[in-house]
């Protein structure tokens, strides 16, 4: 999730197991400790374009760790404050927020090492957005109220509207997977694999990725309680088929593996970018649920593959993207995609 709402998740918990004269300090150490273990994208390097992403929500994230992380958040709370109140006290605090991190990141679609060290895959419900107004106000407001007026029922209030609107993305993310397999079954295909994830900002509309017979087909899928889903059919492209699309790429050389690492980061969901044939995209994300064109990939050199790949994005939004969008999310009818 995005950090605002990582620190309010954490806060809100916080102040819910916290006594009113310690409330405030309840809810600053508990922001504090729920945004921690982002401090993992510090973890980079320019020789490793890569590295970020192998390490972004790891080991910082996982079950396993949040003692050790909660104690470590605590401890310099603690001296930061000279010591001047209860360990205890900070401790818990610190370990109910930083305890929210993985989870909620884990009910996005990045995935996450939830279970490190004991499993290495990573785990995604695919339930929120990164980013989800709708999610994010409710609880700025509630954790504002309870630190202003001191009233532990605003955090606690705060801590049940999270978990009621994420099991009500459970359920909207229910019903899109049953309208992408009823979708699936009338195309008479036969998908291989296939995934749902809600687009930016809301979770009734889904960008829906299958695969069948070597192609992606990539569609928007719409789904709001007492209405029937609707569909908005997007684009095809192939499955990247790596010694065809690039054969002067050999195995063992830099490059190679560099793809290889992002084939399992992108849980093989890789295509070659329809706007740069030399870029090698994760057709799971895209600035529009029917969007082809995927976010983010790895540009390679094959005339030079002693280099590590460039990591890059596709994150322009133009006013007819938005449009499209928009009209999308208020179920408006758009034009079919070529």
Sequence with gaps: MDLLTQGLVGSALAQSFSES?????????????????????????????????DYHRHFSHSLAFIPVGASIVALLIWFAARRRFSFRETWLACFLGYGTHGLLDTCTSYGTHLLWPFALDRISWNLVSIIDPLFSLPLLILVILGVWHRRIWAPRAASLFCLSYLLFAFSQHRVAEIAQAELISQRDHNATKHIIKPSIGNIFLHRSVYLHDGIYYVDGIHVFPGLSPKIYPGGEIEALKIKEAFPLLKEDTPQAKDVSRFDQLSDGYLCQHPEADEVIGDIRYGMLPTSKSPLWGVKINTTNPDESVEFVKYRTVGKTDLNMFYRMLFRRSVPIAE
């Design 21 to 53: 004269k310690a409330q405030h300090r309840a809810a600053l150490c508990g922001a504090i400790a729920g945004l921690a273990p982002d401090l993992d994208t510090l973890i980079s390097s320019s020789a490793d374009p890569l590295l970020n992403l």
